[in-house]
């Protein structure tokens, strides 16, 4: 069984700067896609950013520049760092998983965390 935690939730400042942490446990898989999703109230949940286990990176077209994704692997521990944040940005964060071999749907969610961009 995979769980996921996320860390990291905060108020901040617009234009301030966050990171997330989501620590996987359990078999997670060799072949996978580790991600961000967020979810703003009363929309769909949205993709932020992934990467694979070989390392490629994925962004969503509004974040590309400020977020980076990162991981981890001696630790099963995926980032996301978060920089010059915007109050619309204001959503739940969600750590995602996709694995092997069915890398085309989510295999975890994590329970989400809430980060705020509020001055």
């Known amino acids: 069984q995979v769980q996921l935690v996320e860390s990291g939730g905060d108020m901040v400042q617009p234009g301030g700067s966050l990171r997330l942490s989501c620590d996987a446990s359990?078999?997670?898989?060799?072949?996978?896609?580790l991600g961000w999703y967020r979810q703003l109230p009363g929309n769909q949940r949205e993709l932020v950013a992934t990467i694979t286990n070989d390392g490629n990176t994925n962004y969503a077209a509004s974040v590309k520049g400020r977020f980076a994704i990162s991981r981890d692997n001696t630790k099963n521990t995926v980032y996301l760092q978060m920089n010059s944040l915007k109050p619309e940005e204001t959503a739940y964060y969600y750590c995602?998983?996709?694995?092997?071999?069915?890398?085309?749907?989510?295999?975890?969610w994590g329970h989400g965390i809430q980060v705020t961009v509020s001055s």
């Open positions: 359990g078999n997670i898989g060799s072949i996978y896609v």
């Open positions: 995602n998983l996709k694995r092997y071999p069915f890398l085309d749907r989510t295999f975890a």
